[in-house]
């Protein structure tokens, strides 16, 4: 008898199955390649466009709210292969439609290609660093806990901004709360790994705080609103493996006896606000979000399942978009506005898994929570960032014909006749070995088209073999819509976009650029009046004294 599990994946696969096939009937209805796809056609598409961007106007507002989406790995060809997975080459995602577009060079201050940590370090502190830090600066090199705690070197975050603000402040994962993407919104470093203390060296427990610790006993981790993702197996020492939440073994595991999340209860408690905790779909859907000030959701011992796994009952994990407008449906209390950051992590994960259908599903789940955020919010006084913290080396080539599944065979080499999928790795694990050897030593490449490629475990070839696929080092795209959006407009480095932030919502370094621009207002305003007025007058005196001239000096 198939377990709920297992009946779930499979009615799941089903449920995408019958989505592709009516997509593949739409696509053929009603996209170009249903049509002439005649001159007359993209003419009329360009034109349309055109008066859309012309027509479009700037929102110089100050951004009373900032909502920021990170892809974590979701690099280009992630997205348009997302899009075309989801229906076909001519739709978009969610934030696909935002008016403005730019690109972001990840690179850190020691490596060409780049870690989760240190890029979250430079688009939420708006400093770049080195590679595996948190929350710290060039001068804090990984492991170096003494030069970490020098506070010359630890950079603030919009989080702290925020909450300087007096602005509530949340954050939501599919991953562990203190990994590498989240942590540097709370938290300095000399290391992402140390989670807990158990990854710390013994001879520095006592002098550098673990990340975990410092989400719950530190400002501002201790001030966040709305807590949500993984990682309780950092939070409490010694919790046990189920059968749908398993011990993350890659990451750190508590054994000290702590408790950080009743120590966080305990806090709240103290301070008299209003709290609740939660660890599954039906205590989520059950929140009363005008009852809560503080949430916190650990929904795994590491990081959350991948959504084709994810248990949907009421003893499951939430989706990222039930997450997401649930942070904003607590945040969006605070009269002063509010900041939320949302990762959809487990792109990454599955990325260097080598599992492109994965990554893929993940990309679209993040789009389902950009998309029920717009529906939302008020752009007028909303900022909405879309953006991903690295690449990955997922490659997207061939020359497949349109009407054929992104994840299948583009075509066959004309080296060695064999097919290739449009989708590979230039680096990958084990599981990605494209090659095998015949008895007689014969190396040969693996025919993909005798595997169903469309499987979520189905691991397309890489072209180099080493534990896993990495990260890849070329630029990401970031989409933006709201105050101030069309700061974000051109090639950028990474770090400008904390800056572009700040400058929207008036925090942080720009807290007082707010009545400075009310200020310089009022002055180019009186300025304007007064040229306004010596011209006039200059006029004038320019009139009575041509008129003097010519009527009684020259006629003398």
């Known amino acids: 008898m198939l377990s709920h599990h297992t009946r779930h994946t499979i009615s799941d696969e ?25 001159a007359k056609y993209w003419e009329n598409l360009a034109s349309d466009e055109l008066k859309k961007s012309l027509s479009y106007k700037w929102n110089e507002n100050i951004a009373k709210n900032v909502i920021v989406f990170i892809g974590d790995g979701m690099s280009i060809d992630t997205i348009t292969a997302s899009r075309i997975y989801r229906e076909n080459e001519t739709s978009y995602l969610a934030w696909e439609k935002l008016p403005h577009v730019g690109l972001l060079k990840t690179y850190n201050t020691n490596k060409r290609v780049p870690d989760s940590a240190s890029t979250a370090t430079a688009l939420f502190c708006g400093v770049k660093t080195n590679y595996n830090v948190v929350g710290v600066d060039k001068n804090v090199q990984l492991n170096d806990c003494a030069a970490s705690l020098n506070p010359q070197f630890r950079v603030s975050s919009i989080i702290d901004w925020a909450q300087q603000a007096n602005k509530d402040t949340g954050f939501v994962t599919t991953t562990r709360v203190t990994h590498a993407t989240p942590a540097p919104l709370y938290a300095s470093c000399p290391n992402r790994s140390w989670e807990c203390e158990n990854k710390i060296p013994k001879n520095l427990k006592t002098k550098c705080k673990d990340i975990a610790r410092q989400l719950i006993e530190n400002k501002p981790g201790k001030n966040i609103k709305v807590i949500m993702g993984g990682g309780r197996q950092m939070l409490v020492s010694n919790v046990t493996a189920s059968k749908f939440d398993p011990i993350d073994n890659w990451a750190c595991y508590s054994t000290d006896g702590r408790n950080l999340i009743e120590d966080w209860a305990s806090d709240k408690k103290h301070r008299m ?6 660890q599954n779909n039906e205590e989520l859907a059950n929140v009363n979000p005008d009852d809560v000030e503080f949430l916190l959701g650990i929904f795994a011992n590491g990081h959350l399942n991948m959504d084709w796994q994810r248990e949907t009952g009421p003893k499951g994990q939430p989706s990222l978009e039930d997450m997401t407008t649930m942070a904003i449906k607590v945040l969006r209390k605070s009269q002063n506005g509010y900041l939320l950051v949302v990762e959809g992590g487990l792109i990454d994960f599955a990325h260097h898994r080598g599992h492109a259908a994965q990554a893929l599903r993940e990309t679209i789940r993040l ?29 997207f080539n061939g020359y497949g014909d349109r009407k054929t599944s992104i994840l299948g065979v583009a075509q066959n080499s004309r080296i060695d006749g064999i097919p290739f999928t449009t989708l590979s790795y230039s680096t990958g694990g084990p599981n990605n070995m494209g090659y095998n050897v015949t008895s007689t030593g014969q190396v040969f490449r693996i025919d993909p088209s005798l595997y169903d490629t469309e499987d979520f475990n189905y691991s397309q070839q890489a072209t180099i073999i080493t534990d896993e696929a990495y990260h890849g080092g070329g630029d990401v795209a970031i989409y933006a819509a709201g105050p101030f959006a069309h ?3 051109t090639t950028h480095e990474q770090n400008y976009v904390a800056h572009v932030i700040g400058y929207a919502a008036k925090i942080g370094p720009y807290a007082t650029s707010a009545a400075t621009a009310s200020y310089l207002g009022k002055i180019q305003y009186h300025y304007h009046w007064w040229l306004y007025y010596l011209n006039i007058k200059h006029l004038l005196i320019f009139i009575f004294t041509y008129h003097f001239v010519m009527n009684f000096i020259i006629p003398s």
């Open 14 to 38: 089903m449920d995408l199955n019958v989505i592709r096939f009516f997509s593949i009937i739409v696509f053929l209805n009603f996209s170009p390649l249903g049509e002439s796809e005649d």
């Open 273 to 278: 606000k209003s709290h609740k905790i939660i």
């Open 367 to 395: 789009s389902d929570a950009v998309n029920a955020t717009l529906a939302m919010v008020d752009l007028a006084d909303t900022l909405i960032i879309v953006t991903s913290d690295h690449s990955h080396s997922m490659s």
């Open 487 to 489: 700061l974000l407009h």
